[in-house]
């Protein structure tokens, strides 16, 4: 059983956990913040099922007083948890580089308006209207999984002119409505969670994302090496089609001859996976630019482990060969939301106010890097995914 001192937790956990949560919360001033820190972090470790601030609590002691504790670390403490998120950036980057950057959306479901953020959004998945929050996430993508570094919270319009309940949700004046399409642009224009020079590609999956062009359009203008899936109905610019946009369905019939045919090969006896390669400049509709040279389309026709075919835009023209294992990174991120969800309590936020949501994603995703980071055994999706095995290659003939 953890015991309390004076007020405070008393963890006896492992050299691990306590040089983790000194690197990682070396910013929190007092030591108090950081002993709430550390009973926080153990609570999201070792609770299972849903993560109330009780049940968090009484992982560390049955008093109330913890309870109180947790409550006003996550709530009432006014800690910056930006320093927090770049710490964990740079301890994932010192594990080894990451293969890609990913960033991926969480739909928390919630009752009532009071919540911060909560609006009435169409969910595509669930296929109606949900009454929810919306939370954007950025991931590293890694040798030990697809790893949250930071996050970000969707305000639509009803948020910005309601000064009553920004005032109670204490939401902080420079955070106003923007879509979730300008929130990506963000991320991957100047996220200080991303480390400077970094060269990784993104891979992002634009699937739900509305104004895709414009998040294309962003990593073109900033040089950043980028694999985006789109729908198979998303509206295609062709070289060779002039102003007319087409389905990016149809843009693969549109070619100037055949298109080169790309086949991973896993280094197993599994049924290898085939991607078609466009053969002419594409683009999205809707974006300022004209069709930029480098664009390609790339399509990776239904097979048993993808019902649908898949359809991706990139610039990687001379790396074309790494697109099979980085298409896989969406579902290394597929798996990493899906464990933040059943595992680590993403969703079980019980507060309403802007800095304890963000405090609260932040300790989330603390717990998540330190399990991934300190266990040595393979990373093995239990969500129903079947990733493509690390290490194959892609076979290009015309």
Not at 51 to 66: D, E, F, I
Not at 78 to 87: H, I, K, S
Not at 223 to 246: K, N, S, T, W, Y
Not at 319 to 341: G, Q
Request: net charge positive.
């Amino acid at each position: 059983m953890l015991e309390m001192y004076e007020g405070h937790p008393t963890i006896p956990e492992s050299a691990a956990v306590a040089a983790f949560v000194n690197e990682i919360f070396a910013s929190l001033p007092r030591v108090d913040q950081r002993r709430w820190a550390q009973a926080y972090l153990h609570g999201l470790l070792t609770v299972p099922g849903r993560k109330t601030l009780r049940g968090l609590a009484q992982a560390v002691t049955p008093r109330t007083a913890s309870a109180h504790g947790l409550q006003q670390f996550i709530n009432g403490s006014p800690w910056d948890w930006a320093p927090v998120r770049q710490a964990l950036a740079r301890a994932i980057t010192g594990h080894g580089r990451p293969r890609a950057w990913s960033i991926a959306t969480i739909t928390i479901r919630k009752r009532g308006h009071h919540s911060v953020g909560v609006h009435r959004r169409f969910d595509p998945r669930a296929g109606r209207v949900l009454n929810c929050q919306l939370a954007i996430g950025l991931f590293a993508v890694t040798a030990h999984g697809s790893l949250p570094v930071d996050w970000r919270l969707l305000l639509d319009g009803t948020w910005s002119t309601d000064t009553v309940r920004r005032g109670r949700a204490r939401v902080p004046d420079t955070e106003t409505a923007r879509t979730l399409a300008e929130h990506v642009r963000e991320l991957v224009t100047g996220a200080p969670a991303v480390p400077d020079g970094s060269q990784a590609p993104w891979v992002l999956d634009l699937t739900e994302t509305p104004d895709a062009a414009l998040v294309v359009d962003a990593l073109t203008e900033h040089g950043q090496d980028f694999l985006c899936e789109v729908g198979p109905a998303q509206r295609m610019h062709l070289a060779a089609l002039g102003r007319r946009p087409v389905s990016a369905a149809t843009a693969m019939t549109h070619r100037p001859g055949q298109p080169a045919l790309a086949s991973a090969v896993p280094p197993d006896d599994r049924r290898p996976g085939r991607f078609l390669l466009h053969t002419g400049p594409a683009c999205l509709a809707g974006g300022p630019h004209s069709v930029p040279l480098s664009h390609r389309l790339v399509m990776q026709p239904a097979s048993p482990f993808h019902r649908d075919g898949r359809y991706w835009l990139t610039n990687m023209a001379t790396r074309i060969h790494e697109v099979p294992a980085l298409a896989e990174t969406v579902t290394a991120t597929d798996c990493a939301i899906a464990d933040l969800i059943d595992d680590f309590g993403v969703q079980d936020f019980e507060g309403r106010s802007y800095p304890g949501w963000h405090h609260h994603m932040t300790m989330a995703a603390a717990a998540y890097v330190f399990s991934r980071l300190h266990h040595t055994a393979p990373r093995t999706c239990r969500h129903g995914h079947h990733p493509t095995p690390r290490g194959a290659l892609l076979e290009l003939t015309s």
